[in-house]
């Protein structure tokens, strides 16, 4: 039996034990303050960030409607920000039903979108001023690589595709497959195959992507949520190309992980939670230094003090992407109110927000900051219809407030998130 097909039945055992498990719970729903499944939210104060497009828009969101469409998003800044549907937007059409399809942008520039089951990968460029996307040339791209992506069917995000912090190269986690694929991002958005791609990742099944706050390194961690096995590191190349860490992979059971801005340390949680997938909780955030220097540089070795204890036991996390803003890390749990920590960047030690948990907050499962970091934008959903809100992050505190009402969206768990050009 080859490497997907042992994937495949191992993950497919264990996701239909999932789903009997999340359809006898409260799934996945938006809260606004403490009632679930609200579409509607009071403003709870300001803070937007204010930058953007000379149109007013402060960020543009994208999500796949698993009907077959993407759709667009705007957040406007100002005193009385809103959160809405783009006006006059060109939904993309893309295939239905796809519930491993995954997307993200370079940050505003463009929007990719992949569909494992027809192995078609989608690449649009943002219009700066509506928001509005038009396909880059070649799109949509046949990507065999997509075929080794795991099938998702549960609803829980992956990380399985993934751009450089730089914007100019997308990797692509084969997992079925035993590799990562990885394509150079030309000026117009086309697609070019990175020279020696895709890269063998042996016997490791790489789920989830990640890479330090400097882009010098790519974490991928292996393994279903809450049951991880281990983190495989790789140096990238000028080109792209990837090159293992010596002594990866690192034994550590991570689900996801996130670099902070600094590059010295990666942040990440195991994603075992009771009441996702019926597994003992771990109320904790994992801490790693990244070795800077030396034959080893790229390697993680977990900070004193870590783990570090969580309210919650979270199944997602959003670090702030702008050291300036205060180094803070966000952590988001099932139907449970979104936490906050600082990060000492000296220590890689993480101390509890006074204000954490934000229980008079909306909370979601998923949470993505725009790349100013003012802006953390989060997702809920029950299945057959999505919610998307915004929460403020303020600058030196990492308070959070809710300046505007919750958006209703297609049935979706997919979105990405950029500044308006």
């Known amino acids: 039996m080859n490497t997907k097909a042992k994937w495949t039945i191992f993950l497919w055992t264990f996701f239909v034990m999932l789903s009997a498990l999340l359809l006898s719970s409260c799934g996945y729903h938006y809260k606004c303050g403490t009632t679930f499944g609200s579409a509607s939210c009071t403003s709870s104060g300001s803070g937007l960030g204010t930058t953007g497009s000379a149109s007013g828009n402060t960020a543009f969101a994208y999500n796949i409607v698993s009907s077959g469409t993407v759709n667009g998003i705007s957040l406007s800044g100002g005193t009385n920000p809103t959160l809405q549907n783009i006006s006059g937007f060109t939904a993309q059409t893309v295939p239905s039903g796809d519930q491993s399809a995954e997307i993200v942008v370079v940050p505003k520039k463009f929007v990719y979108a992949v569909f494992p089951l027809t192995q078609l990968l989608f690449g649009w460029s943002i219009n700066s001023t509506s928001g509005n996307l038009t396909p880059v040339s070649g799109s949509p791209y046949t990507i065999s690589s997509a075929g080794g992506m795991i099938v998702n069917t549960t609803g829980v995000n992956f990380n399985s595709i993934a751009v450089s912090p730089a914007g100019n190269v997308l990797y692509i986690a084969s997992a079925g497959f035993g590799e990562i694929d990885a394509y150079q991002i030309g000026p117009a958005g086309a697609l070019t195959q990175v020279s020696g791609a895709p890269f063998s990742t042996g016997a490791f099944g790489p789920l989830n992507l990640s890479f330090d706050g400097l882009g010098k390194y790519l974490y991928a961690t292996a393994g279903p949520e809450g049951l991880g096995q281990q983190v495989a590191a790789y140096s990238i190349g000028s080109s792209g190309a990837l090159t293992v860490v ?27 939670s009771f009441a996702l997938n019926g597994l003992v909780d771990d109320k904790s955030l994992y801490v790693f230094s990244i070795q800077q220097t ?76 725009d790349q100013g970091g003012a802006n953390l934008f989060i997702l809920g959903s029950t299945g057959t219809s999505s919610s998307l809100g915004v929460l403020s992050a303020a600058s030196g505190t990492g308070n959070l407030t809710e300046p505007t009402s919750v958006l209703s969206i297609g049935a979706t768990t997919y979105f990405a998130v950029t500044d308006a050009p």
């Open 294 to 369: 030396g034959t080893n540089a790229g390697a993680l070795t977990q900070v004193s003090g870590s783990p570090f204890l969580t309210v919650s036991a979270p199944i997602n996390l959003a670090v702030q992407p702008v050291a300036s803003n205060g180094n803070f890390v966000y952590t988001f749990s099932v139907s449970s109110p979104v936490e906050g920590y600082q990060l000492d960047t000296t220590s890689g030690a993480l101390t509890a927000l006074t204000t954490s948990p934000f229980g008079n907050l909306g909370a979601a499962p998923w949470g993505q900051f």
């Open 246 to 272: 010596p002594g990866s992979p690192f034994a550590f059971n991570m689900w996801q992980m996130q670099g902070d801005p600094s590059g010295q340390f990666m942040i990440g949680i195991s994603g075992r």
